[in-house]
């Protein structure tokens, strides 16, 4: 294989891999909100014993994103260096935004939530959760609006002596065509995968019959927040698909396996196998239903990839199977809550088995849905890295223009040679393996531990210097703490 290839490899592996954490950081953070207001709200100790367990559980993925996100930042300068030198003055602004309103935000209120336990007042902790929770989605947003940026620019020009984008308007930039809607979709995602997680756990539980009261508590509270943004979600994914095919007709047409734009209304496959050197699909088709969501009506012909010249053609058998595999999922998500809400109602949930074996493992589904929808975007968007203008031609051609091509990306292939790559991808493997299991180990103990008893805690400072308060409470090795290390510090003549 070729230094790209490679290249595209290494980074798909590992920015797959690191997405395994931020979306669980995303989902879980909100839900910790939601369970400490409760206990705030309700008093209940059993509340309190439930954010602390999943405050834990919350630490440790959090410690696997970071660390497996600074890998990605030094590819673009190895791998990636003439598409870093494109996008730098973009790039640059989106990630220290990031930086200073997420990565911070989160950190610097990450060691309250997990060490400031009756340390600082219940209101102190809870605003530590919540700051927690909002730098999680801060940094999704950045994140995403850098990404939104490359799939549909806006805001800038090409610096023609040097051929690299300069930004010229940054909130054009900010709120490009597909910015919000793409960070409806993907928050979405995260706190759908946020729910079944807790599901899942709590499912465990409840089957094991362990931890009643917080099991089943945790449970109905992760129910109702998946189903309600898997309900939310089928709204999501249409606007998703509708901005995809107004700023993108060529990815949908990829998404869509459609080969040769039809005469009259286009219809949507279910589920199939496209044949692309036949350019055929072979699957379950809704008749009218594709020109019905992209349109509104039913007459309107969705374009094809025939309407596009063929060097700006994505690969279309990925991106066909991944699309098809996020919506199918998408849509079992909220068949599943849905009647998960229903036993609910009628008081029978905990005594369907089968349901709650169901919902241990339809953890890896909310994960397969995530990754799915991100290679569906990514790949979908090839042979561009930076996607191009789109114009329609009066004969119902396109035309695209512009952008930064993959392969023109990369670094000089005097300086990064195939070897280097295919040595670092053997490498990263091994890391990342050995990472991985690290972290299903330290999972697994925490949830064959469990939460801690429900107790009320301890009277904590609630005079508005919690924080003060609790760094001078910390003891050390001798066991004396930092206000009674000062009294002995000062001279007689102070005291």
Not at 249 to 254: G, R
Request: aromatic content about 14%; hydrophobic content about 50%; charged content about 15%.
């Amino acid at each position: 294989m070729n230094v790209e290839t490679l290249s595209r490899i290494q980074f798909a592996m590992t920015i797959m891999f690191h997405y395994l954490f931020p979306p669980l950081s995303i989902g879980l953070g909100v839900l910790m909100v939601f369970m400490e207001g409760m206990y705030l709200r309700t008093k209940d100790p059993q509340y309190h014993a439930m954010t602390k367990f999943w405050s834990r559980i919350f630490a440790a993925n959090f410690a696997m994103g970071v660390a497996t996100g600074i890998v990605m930042e030094f590819q673009f300068g190895t791998n990636w260096a003439n598409y870093s030198r494109y996008v730098g003055d973009v790039f640059g602004s989106a990630l220290a935004a990031e930086g200073i309103f997420a990565f911070f935000l989160e950190s610097g209120f990450l060691a309250v939530l997990v060490f400031g336990w009756n340390r600082v007042s219940a209101k102190m902790h809870f605003f530590a959760t919540c700051m927690v929770s909002l730098g999680s989605i801060f940094s999704a947003i950045w994140i995403v609006i850098a990404n939104s940026w490359m799939q549909t620019p806006a805001g800038h020009m090409i610096d023609p002596v040097e051929n690299r984008a300069v930004i010229t308007d940054f909130w054009a930039l900010v709120f490009n065509p597909s910015s919000m809607i793409r960070l409806f979709h993907v928050l979405m995602g995260a706190f759908i995968l946020g729910a079944f997680f807790v599901m899942s756990i709590t499912a465990f539980y409840i089957l094991k019959n362990r931890h009643h009261d917080f099991a089943r508590k945790g449970f109905k509270i992760a129910l109702l927040f998946g189903a309600a943004c898997s309900l939310i979600m089928l709204f999501s994914g249409d606007l998703q698909a509708r901005e995809v095919g107004f700023h993108q007709p060529v990815k949908l047409a990829a998404f869509e396996g459609i080969f040769k734009t039809e005469p009259g209304p286009t219809g949507m496959y279910l589920a199939g196998w496209p044949d692309t050197e036949r350019e055929v699909v072979y699957g379950v088709k809704v008749p009218y239903l594709l020109t019905f969501l992209m349109y509104r009506d039913f007459k309107t012909p969705v374009s094809g990839l025939d309407r596009f010249q063929p060097d700006v053609r994505p690969p279309v058998k990925i991106p066909f199977l991944t699309y098809h595999v996020m919506i199918g999922l998408g849509t079992a998500f909220a068949a599943l809550t849905l009647l998960g809400v229903f036993f609910l109602w009628k008081g029978t949930l905990f005594e369907k088995r089968w349901l709650m074996w169901i919902f241990v493992f339809a953890v890896l589904g909310a994960y397969v849905a995530n990754q799915a929808g991100w290679v569906s975007a990514e790949v979908g968007r090839q042979p561009f890295v930076v996607y191009p203008e789109v114009k329609q031609l009066a004969d119902g051609n396109f035309e695209m223009t512009g952008g930064l091509r993959t392969v023109e990306g990369l670094s000089n292939r005097k300086v990064v040679v195939a070897d280097q790559v295919l040595a670092s991808i053997v490498l990263f493997s091994l890391v990342y393996a050995l990472l991985f299991a690290v972290f299903v180990f330290v999972l697994n103990t925490k949830i064959q531990h469990g939460p801690d008893a429900p107790q009320e805690p301890r009277t904590a400072p609630s005079d508005g210097k919690g924080f003060l308060q609790a760094a001078a409470t910390l003891v050390d090795r001798q066991g004396k703490t930092l206000a009674s290390n000062e009294n002995e510090n000062r001279t007689p003549e102070a005291h």
